[in-house]
């Protein structure tokens, strides 16, 4: 491996690499990711568009950002993002996909590979941001090559997945560990969050987690939320929301979950507290954003029991079915519901509901996750238990029946948003670490 590669001085033909431009590196080993990523394929969702939009801002804060990523299938080994953002696709391991839980096999060939496209093309980082252990232990390793600050941004964490896990389907315990690889990453992750420069946590709950089970001192963890784009989500007059709902075809009283189909996005609690919604005498309209409808084993399990869920309250009519929604539909889409709920049984943070909050969509919030102890229950958002159907149930109601909370809760959830949630804001706080 070429653990000795020293950063080298740019020649002063480097083109738009200048010296004067400072220049990060971005790591996000796993998944699809590409500029316009095709969100819901295999280990390609939330973190991605967390890396691009990141990379984004910090480009139009005048760095230059370069996202390394794993090359395979017939990707091209580089892709225009913005101005000052470009991906760069490094080969290891064949053109194969392979799944996240085991790219670390594959690490070390990525590795010398993207060093090597660092040597050659002379550049020169001020600091490095992987995400998620795969890419963690890329970055841990091409950090020490080249003498620069490593930040580590988990989105997250081993030990509170196998927990989970392992309490949500103890009947298949036996199988966790070839599925997930949780013994290689557990303490690949210890390695890592003691090794790195800062450990980027992106929730409270995460932040926690890290201090207990890995012993991390607080002082070597920078809690940092996930940003949105104000310039995209933002709250619009009544007259405009309506044209949107007739434009999609969204009736009155509906309410919205946007997710893959994934046990613990809690798709299954929504649908049965809606049900009962519905038995209070509330004429509402579940909207189900679940991604693509290529669904693998597991996936059509998740749907077919949200199926059982509706056949079980007579809600057949009340409940819709939508594939990917393309990124540009994606704010008209929160504006055009009434209400959007977070139902997942753990969430690490919750962007979907800080983009509807944004819009001034009324939103619910699950209590287990992270979002809910950065927001005023009630004011911000309703914070509610989806594994308690009555109670959620009421949450939906509340917010349906009084006008009142409905106004309150878009004017201060679009406020709180805005003030602490904006991608500008998220990545002046990533840069300030690394002087």
């Known amino acids: 491996m070429m653990s000795n590669t020293k950063k080298t001085e740019k020649s002063s033909d480097s083109g738009d690499d200048s010296p004067s431009i400072k220049q990060i590196a971005m790591i996000s080993t796993h998944g699809y990711v590409a500029a316009e990523p095709p969100l819901g394929a295999p280990d390609t969702g939330g973190q991605v568009v967390y890396v691009l939009e990141l990379s984004k801002v910090l480009g139009k804060l005048g760095y230059k950002v370069d996202i390394f990523t794993r090359q395979f299938e017939d990707q091209p080994a580089s892709e225009p993002v913005d101005d000052n953002v470009q991906l760069i696709r490094i080969p290891c391991g064949g053109t194969e ?23 050659e093309n002379s550049k020169d980082y001020i600091f490095i941001n992987s995400h998620y252990w795969d890419a963690g232990i890329a970055g841990m ?36 560990e070839k599925q997930y690889n949780f013994k290689v990453r557990i303490q690949m992750e210890k390695e890592l969050f003691h090794d790195c420069h800062k450990v980027i946590a992106t929730t409270p709950i995460q932040e926690d987690l890290i201090i207990r089970d890995y012993n991390v001192p607080k002082s070597h963890i920078k809690m940092i939320p996930p940003g949105y784009d104000d310039n995209k989500f933002y709250p619009m007059a009544d007259a405009s929301m309506a044209m949107l709902k007739e434009k999609f075809h969204f009736r009155d009283n509906c309410i919205l979950a946007l997710s893959r189909l994934a046990h613990n996005k809690g798709m299954d609690l929504l649908v049965e507290s809606f049900g009962i919604l519905c038995r209070k005498g509330i004429n509402a309209q579940l909207v189900l954003a679940i991604g693509h409808e290529e669904r693998n084993e597991v996936e059509e399990e998740l749907f077919q029991n949200i ?11 009340k409940v819709r079915f939508l594939g990917f929604i393309p990124d540009e539909e994606l704010a008209d889409t929160y504006l055009s519901a009434d209400v959007f709920v977070l139902s997942s049984r753990y969430e690490p943070f919750g962007m979907t509901a800080v983009e509807a909050m944004a819009c001034g969509t009324p939103t619910i919030v699950t209590r287990h996750g992270g979002l809910c102890r950065e927001l005023r229950d009630g004011t911000d958002a309703i914070i509610t238990d989806p594994f308690k159907p009555e109670e959620m149930a009421d949450d939906m109601a509340a917010i349906l029946r009084h006008e009142g909370i409905r106004n309150n809760l878009s004017y201060e959830g679009s406020r709180t948003s805005r003030d602490n949630f904006s991608w500008t804001g998220i990545a002046l706080k990533l840069a300030s670490i690394v002087k």
Request: no cysteine; charged share 35%.
């Open 307 to 317: 199926q059982k869920i509706i056949k079980k309250y007579d809600i057949e009519d």
């Open 97 to 119: 996909f392979i799944p996240k839980e085991y790219m670390v096999d594959h690490m070390d060939e990525w590795v010398d590979n993207a060093l090597q496209y660092i040597s």
């Open 141 to 176: 390793k091409v950090s020490k090559a080249l003498d620069v600050p490593h930040l580590h941004t988990p989105h997250s964490v081993g030990t509170w997945k196998k927990r989970n896990m392992e309490k949500d389907f103890p009947q298949d315990k036996k199988t966790f």
